[in-house]
């Protein structure tokens, strides 16, 4: 079992950057790839980036990338995302989850509100 708790969203303007953490409970945190999804008002959740168990390997959607960085702490269980150049579209709540077999997200943690306004 995994407990995933988010933090770090907030109310920023175009261009400024924001830094979300995910704090993981249990033993078994560095096992797991981690993800972080998004859902903005009235459209479906989209995955944003991921992260390999070692932290070795990261993935990220094209809207994404060059803009974001996802890292992970395993000795503090936590993930990060550092968003930079925020734009409006990237208002959501973002989530965090941890993947299991062929990706599949097994838990999630409860989401934070980030909002960028132009």
């Known amino acids: 079992q995994v407990q995933l708790v988010e933090s770090g969203g907030g109310l920023v303007q175009a261009g400024d950057s924001l830094r979300l953490s995910c704090a993981a409970s249990?033993?078994?945190?560095?096992?797991?790839?981690m993800d972080w999804f998004r859902q903005a008002p009235g459209k479906e959740r989209e995955f944003v980036a991921s992260?390999?168990?070692?932290?070795?390997?990261?993935y990220y959607a094209g809207s994404v990338k060059g803009r974001f960085t996802i890292s992970r702490d395993n000795a503090k269980n936590t993930v990060y995302l550092q968003m930079s150049s925020l734009k409006p579209e990237d208002t959501a709540i973002y989530y965090c989850?941890?993947?299991?077999?062929?990706?599949?997200?097994?838990?999630w943690g409860q989401g934070t509100q980030v909002t960028v306004s132009s």
């Open positions: 989850g941890a993947a299991g077999i062929g990706g599949h997200i097994d838990y």
């Open positions: 249990g033993r078994t945190f560095s096992s797991y790839p």
């Open positions: 992260i390999s168990a070692s932290g070795g390997s990261t």
